[in-house]
């Protein structure tokens, strides 16, 4: 019996250096490992080929642990279990039931000692010291990786084939994060300190932006300064005197028919040169996007050709406008150009959790100004567009909104067509868990 204890234990430390291997490998950094590949690391390039071709080795290592659990616990049913059953029979309360108390014992003990030493034990140590696991692993599980192909290839082409029928295929890489998963990993870093705390909000805008489209950034049509192509001399130069753009749409008869965009400086040039200004000749060619194309393109697309494009409907009409600036803000922040400063604050803190806010502020910086969570997601992207949500009409001055979290929305300026500013007061028992969170 001794022979097959000692069978049994090997099966399960075997069990235990796959289970840790597993855990070694995925948690090891790769930088690392890059790191000590190029100082000559023969086991760190071991490693790193685990980690590039992770479906084979996660394969190789499932197919090891239940090789190995399996003929453990075979094992001792049929060698130990028989050599106790004779011993179980002789006590009188067992009798004939011997040899299923033997074989319910062996697999009770097995399977005890294959979680402990063969599971939780070599995983808590390779978790701990993941760098000497894994380098001291690689390079013996690399070359069962290499000889498993042919079962691996054997069992996936299996699976898959129960699997095709459901829509599905057998994939044994690691779970991929979530972004939401991901924030939650970079602001608790940010407020463990292990990174800036500005670091982390930038990392955090960074993954929201995957999220966000063309019609979340864009500044919307009614706010846009456009000059016509066909404006007199005279009121360009007033426009130049007065607005603080570096860009303007040029629009043909109607507003919705943009025809392209001129720059300040070409529009001064052309002004110092011939001393008038015609927008047909310096105009430019606009781009136009649609209001659904995600920033992450955006950004691609701007970065390579125009810092301004155009953002059009379903219908071809123009939606708004958006600049680089925009999406730069997307990642950190409000950008204060010589000439921003000269408009006014969108957002003014008046008080704690009151805020004057123009109709214009995207819902985004309303709620980062007050920590809120109003949603951003709907059929508008500004204050103004979910107040006329919230309210199913135009609200007059004077008027209190209250949206189901209990924040009042308080209109102070307004057209019969516009909510042109108003006054956000946050409940104080909100605004206090708002505050203790950030």
């Not at 080929?49 to 659990?69: C, H, P, W, Y």
């Not at 040039?269 to 430019?284: C, F, N, S, Y």
């Not at 649609?290 to 390579?304: F, G, I, S, Y």
């Amino acid at each position: 019996m001794t022979f097959e204890l000692l069978i049994i234990v090997a099966l399960i430390l075997a069990n235990g250096v796959f289970a840790g291997a597993e855990i070694a490998i995925v948690s090891v950094r790769k930088t690392r490992m890059v790191e000590l590949a190029e100082h000559g690391s023969a086991d760190a390039r071991a490693v790193l080929l685990l980690k590039d071709n992770s479906e084979r080795f996660l394969a190789t290592v499932q197919i090891g642990i239940t090789m190995v659990s399996a003929t453990a616990a075979a094992f001792g049913g049929a060698s130990i279990a028989q050599d106790l059953t004779p011993a179980l029979a002789e006590i009188p309360w067992i009798g004939e039931q011997a040899k299923t108390v033997a074989v319910s014992g062996v697999v009770a003990v097995v399977s005890y000692l294959s979680i402990v030493l063969g599971e939780l034990v070599p995983k808590s140590l390779a978790l701990n010291a993941a760098e000497r696991y894994a380098l001291w692993v690689a390079r013996p599980l690399l070359g069962l990786s290499w000889l498993a192909r042919p079962v691996v290839w054997l069992l996936t082409a299996s699976a898959n084939t129960v699997l095709r029928p459901l829509g599905d295929r057998t994939n044994f890489t690691e779970a991929r994060y979530s972004t939401e998963e991901l924030q939650e990993l970079v602001r608790g870093a940010a407020s463990a300190a292990t990174i800036h705390p500005k670091v982390g909000d930038i990392a955090d805008r960074a993954l929201e932006l995957a999220e966000l489209t063309a019609a979340d950034l864009m500044i919307p049509r009614q706010d846009v300064v456009m000059l016509s192509l066909d404006m007199s001399d005279a009121d360009l130069r007033a426009i130049l005197e007065t607005m603080r753009f570096t860009r303007f749409p040029v629009y043909s008869g109607s507003r919705e028919n943009v025809v392209g965009y001129v720059a300040v400086k070409d529009m001064l040039t052309q002004l110092l040169a011939e001393g008038k200004l015609e927008l047909g000749r310096i105009m430019r060619q606009p781009r136009f996007l649609p209001e659904h194309q995600r920033a992450v393109q955006l950004l691609e697309t701007m970065r390579d050709t125009q810092p301004m494009a155009i953002v059009v409907d379903e219908t071809g009409g123009m939606a708004g406008i958006v600049t680089l600036e925009d999406v730069l803000e997307a990642f950190v922040g409000e950008i204060q150009s010589e000439h921003s400063r000269l408009l006014p604050e969108e957002i003014l803190i008046q008080g704690p959790g009151l805020a004057k806010v123009l109709g214009t502020a995207p819902v985004r910086a309303v709620n980062r100004a007050l920590s809120l969570e109003l949603p951003e997601d709907g059929s508008f992207s500004t204050i103004a567009g979910y107040c006329l949500a919230l309210a199913g009409k135009i609200p007059s001055v004077g008027e209190k909104l209250v949206n189901p979290e209990g924040i009042e929305f308080e209109i102070v300026e307004a057209t019969p067509r516009r909510i042109q500013a108003l006054l956000v007061r946050v409940p104080t028992e909100l605004h206090r868990a708002s505050s203790t969170e950030s």
